[in-house]
């Protein structure tokens, strides 16, 4: 057994004033929503040329509704529902953490139904541009799952990258959360805007394809070394509701990729 890595100390409250706190965790949240507005509205110059810069400047509310409001429903029903259902004041204290990507992602596709059809936008256009930029936002925020500590690991006394984490008990684990942060940020980021300037981004839902078909693989990987919730545990055949979750994402993803090699690619955006 090689000796386990110490974990970093790293206070979850980057800064407060007075009795208003703000955490790592929400400046992810801010930072990830932000910078992939300002990247987006960058990218559609080299799209399909249906949407501008001020739809997504526009789009920026709904997209934050859409990401907190789904991650947290989404934790409710896949995660916690028996609990949220004894308390269900429970599910809006959101400040207490429990939020989920695939009820946030969930939430931001409604929104970009809704919005798109207000402005008239193919929504598969503005998905595309979405979903390429969509990885800054999940990187950071396994980062920050690391700063707090949680979503650990399996028990890993062997591992290179083993550490005892502080609400993980004394055993080692795997630092999965920066497994993920690696695969779902960093490694699906540059599949995606390689993929975005090779011509992706004219091929209406090649884009949202392979966004789906990726982070699902990655979050199927990723799973294999995280420790699933409490209150789950491991499913049919040591499987974990992430991954059974993720599956249906690969399917759709793969399908939208071969839809969109079938029609011939739209002419490039004009720049502003």
């Known amino acids: 057994m090689s000796a386990p890595l110490v974990f970093p100390q790293i206070d979850p409250v980057a800064f407060a004033i007075g009795p208003f706190a703000v955490r790592w965790y929400a400046l992810a949240y801010i930072a990830g929503l932000v910078g992939g507005w300002q990247l987006s509205a960058r990218l559609t110059r080299s799209g399909s040329g249906r949407v501008t810069p001020r739809d997504l400047d526009d789009f920026l509310t709904w997209a934050t509704l859409g990401v907190i409001l789904g991650g947290r429903v989404g934790y409710v029903l896949f995660y916690n529902l028996p609990v949220y259902l004894d308390h269900p004041l429970e599910a809006l204290a959101i400040w207490k953490g429990g939020m989920s990507f695939h009820g946030g992602f969930l939430g931001v596709v409604v929104a970009v139904l809704l919005y798109c059809r207000h402005r008239k936008i193919p929504p598969l256009c503005m998905g595309d541009l979405l979903v390429t930029v969509a990885p800054i936002g ?58 975005w300037f090779l011509g992706g981004g004219r091929r209406p839902g090649f884009q949202f394809g392979l966004f789906l078909a990726g982070y699902g693989i990655a979050r199927i990987v990723g799973e ?37 090699l079938a029609n011939p690619p739209a002419l490039p955006g004009t720049p502003e």
């Open 224 to 260: 294999t070394f995280r420790q699933p919730d409490p209150q789950l545990g491991f499913l049919f055949g040591g499987t974990t509701m992430g991954q059974w979750l993720s599956l249906p994402m690969v399917a759709l993803g793969a399908w939208l990729i071969r839809r969109a």
């Open 138 to 195: 999940l990187g950071l925020g396994r980062v920050a799952n690391f700063v707090n500590g949680e979503l650990f690991g399996r028990v890993a006394p062997d591992a290179p990258f083993a550490m005892i984490f502080p609400h993980g008990g004394p055993l080692p684990r795997h630092p999965s959360q920066l497994y993920q942060a690696g695969m779902e940020g960093v490694l699906l980021f540059a599949v995606m805007l390689t993929a």
